[in-house]
């Protein structure tokens, strides 16, 4: 696809701490590197947006980072003019004052509301169809997605060979492992683990405390750590904390850039994550994995989680897809998983080669950015 000479705006208004500055801030670099864009990042919170890109000056209302103009969207807007395509994220409001901006340009932007990422069968026919307007601007929906006929998932060039070759190589894994202070328990499966609250956890734990396989679990610091703490006993969990108790090693690692966190998720032998942004690169890494679907009113997630998982078991065995399906169910729940984590062991095999097939299927299909910029192409 040719290098684009224009200029993209992305507002991102930051609501559950990493999760949409994750995607956003992904997708800015993704244009910049691959191709050729001018982008500037609106963001609301730049605190927030420091945990994932130290270099972020909180205080600065305008500055550079890998290329991507990243800009403070402050709450007393300054006037600019508007670029040649403009993202809301995640159904943000523009402000007033640029959607005016907008619509003086002598030659409209597009203007796209970027979604959230969801499995569900009606996404494939709302996607790309016309918004709302803004007096003669049409703004569209852009859904990423799993199936054909959305818009994909966010998916750097040449990813999954840089992720192949990292799990062939035993001491690159270490040397990455060993610059988070990771010494790996001795023939212990590894397992990360980044989560919202959960009643479930500490079912889990004591499976994987009682099992006659050794675990080390990696938790990056964030909101499970609480349900950590309680279960061991213990205050004030922070990075570099481990404990041991039986099968199990526990241990709280820093929070990591997207880089190492990807490097993490190869690393391990299995992924719990949450949100949207991990819960796609956990699909990378081509591991099995158990998702956390952050939780909606109604119980609307449930339907997205349910969406989900009647595409990701599809060629799994029987008795692999009902016990994977129900360990998914249960930790969403908050139920106990002891149960639903046996029988899920019992299929371990089946489930890391079916993991390395649904990326190689995901992959075959364009990466979000590019099916922006062909969406884009086509418009002009």
């Known amino acids: 696809m040719p290098e684009l000479n224009t200029r993209w705006?992305?507002?991102?208004?930051?609501?559950?701490?990493?999760?949409?500055?994750?995607?956003?801030?992904?997708?800015?670099?993704?244009?910049?590197?691959?191709?050729?864009?001018?982008?500037?990042?609106?963001?609301?919170?730049?605190?927030?947006?420091?945990?994932?890109?130290?270099?972020?000056?909180?205080?600065?209302?305008?500055?550079?980072?890998?290329?991507?103009?990243?800009?403070?969207?402050?709450?007393?807007?300054?006037?600019?003019?508007?670029?040649?395509?403009?993202?809301?994220?995640?159904?943000?409001?523009?402000?007033?004052?640029?959607?005016?901006?907008?619509a003086e340009r002598a030659k409209p932007p597009l203007w796209m509301n970027l979604d959230y990422l969801s499995a569900e069968e009606w996404v494939v026919g709302c996607h790309g169809l016309p918004s709302v307007k803004y007096k003669h601007v049409q703004k569209f929906f852009f859904f990423?997605?799993?199936?054909?006929?959305?818009?994909?998932?966010?998916?750097?060039?040449?990813?999954?060979?840089?992720?192949?070759?990292?799990?062939?190589d035993p001491a690159a894994q270490r040397t990455f492992l060993q610059g988070l202070g990771v010494d790996r328990a001795s023939g212990a499966q590894l397992i990360s683990l980044f989560a919202y609250e959960n009643a479930g956890l500490a079912s889990w734990l004591d499976a994987l405390a009682s099992d006659s396989t050794a675990t080390h679990l990696l938790v990056p610091e964030g909101r499970i750590l609480g349900d950590v703490e309680q279960w061991l006993g213990v205050d004030g969990l922070a990075a570099g904390a481990v404990h041991i108790r039986d099968a199990l090693t526990v241990q709280v690692l820093p929070f990591v850039r997207q880089d190492q966190y990807d490097l993490l998720l190869w690393s391990c032998d299995f992924n719990a994550v949450r949100g949207e942004d991990s819960f796609v690169r956990a699909q990378w890494a081509a591991r099995p994995m158990l998702w956390h679907i952050y939780q909606q009113e109604e119980d609307v997630h449930l339907d997205k989680l349910e969406a989900f998982l009647e595409l990701y078991l599809e060629g799994l065995s029987a008795p692999a897809r009902e016990a994977l399906g129900g360990l998914w169910r249960a930790w969403n729940a908050g139920e106990d998983m002891t149960d639903h984590w046996q029988s899920t062991r019992k299929h371990w095999p089946q489930l890391q080669k079916h993991a390395q097939a649904w990326c190689l299927e995901q992959a075959s299909q364009a990466d979000l950015a590019a099916a922006l910029v062909r969406f884009y192409v086509n418009w002009i």
């Open 9 to 102: 705006d992305i507002f991102c208004t930051v609501v559950d701490n990493f999760g949409d500055i994750g995607v956003t801030w992904r997708l800015a670099r993704q244009l910049v590197a691959e191709h050729g864009a001018a982008v500037r990042l609106w963001v609301d919170d730049l605190r927030a947006f420091e945990r994932l890109c130290p270099q972020i000056d909180t205080h600065a209302a305008q500055q550079v980072q890998q290329g991507v103009e990243v800009r403070h969207w402050a709450t007393q807007w300054q006037p600019v003019e508007a670029a040649d395509v403009v993202i809301a994220a995640f159904a943000c409001q523009l402000p007033s004052a640029y959607m005016d901006a907008m």
């Open 144 to 168: 990423p997605g799993f199936r054909t006929g959305t818009g994909g998932l966010l998916r750097e060039q040449g990813l999954l060979q840089r992720r192949q070759a990292f799990q062939q």
